[in-house]
């Protein structure tokens, strides 16, 4: 237990997959926005980071965990890949119409998601929340951060060290229930390999952690998702601080 609030665990393995979670809201703060998704059972996984504040943020970001974790199973991998993007459009729209109804208020969420089936995996995000694979002893982060430090980073005027500090790092320019009439879904695909570990993080996790943290973290341990969340809470994360961690086995022989 760390500031009086203890860290939410959850750990599951279903076929060849080994996952664990671990969230907690922080050094700094007294409520968590974050939410997770842990669903070995069917191949997804994910982080939603809300955004709007106290019980706006923690709405946003629950709808969206509840509609993943309510994907059904006895999908096949494009089935899954639909259906997940389906619920995600629904959800956009849902939040959007509650903010009207609202007054206006910000009902926004960032979501990170790992589909894994077929020897294949997807992953699909918007916002800041992040997805890595370590792979061959090499930590890559698969996402591409939609905010407004890292269309700078891309711009070439600021580098990823001065983002860390810049004042405008909390803006993001993509979000579940932001005012875009369609959301889009950026998405990375590729083939699973046996042995490799997936690392889904909200965004208090790389502002609390340098990078080479992080590839220790993962390289070293196993189901380290709270390991990752008690280190950020020693750097004196100042934001709710989320970990996922998924490790991919060979697959059973028929």
């Excluded at 700078?152 to 001065?162: H, K, N, S, V």
């Amino acid at each position: 237990m760390i500031g009086g609030q203890q860290i939410t665990r959850s750990v599951l393995s279903a076929g060849r997959f080994h996952s664990s979670a671990a969230s907690h809201p922080g050094a700094v703060r007294d409520h968590n926005e974050d939410r997770f998704v842990n669903r070995p059972d069917l191949g997804l996984w994910a982080v939603a980071d809300g955004a709007g504040g106290h019980q706006s943020g923690e709405l946003a970001a629950t709808v969206v965990a509840d509609a993943l974790r309510a994907v059904p199973g006895g999908l096949g991998s494009a089935e899954l890949l639909a259906e997940v993007r389906l619920r995600i459009a629904r959800t956009h729209q849902r939040l959007k119409e509650e903010a009207a109804r609202r007054g206006g208020d910000i009902l926004a969420t960032t979501v990170v998601v790992l589909l894994a089936r077929g020897g294949h995996y997807a992953c699909l995000w918007a916002g800041d929340s992040r997805a890595y694979l370590f792979r061959g002893g090499m930590l890559t982060q698969v996402s591409h951060d939609h905010s407004f430090v890292q269309e700078l980073i891309d711009a070439g005027e600021i580098t990823p060290t001065e983002a860390m500090s810049h004042p405008r790092s909390n803006i993001i320019t993509r979000a579940v229930g932001a005012r875009d009439e369609v959301l889009a879904l950026d998405k990375v695909t590729d083939r699973l390999r046996s042995g490799d570990r997936f690392l889904l993080c909200s965004d208090g996790i790389p502002k609390a952690l340098p990078e080479n943290d992080i590839f220790r973290l993962v390289s070293e341990n196993s189901s380290p998702s709270e390991l990752i969340v008690a280190a950020a809470l020693d750097a004196q994360a100042d934001d709710n601080i989320t970990a996922v961690t998924v490790d991919v086995f060979a697959e059973e022989a028929t």
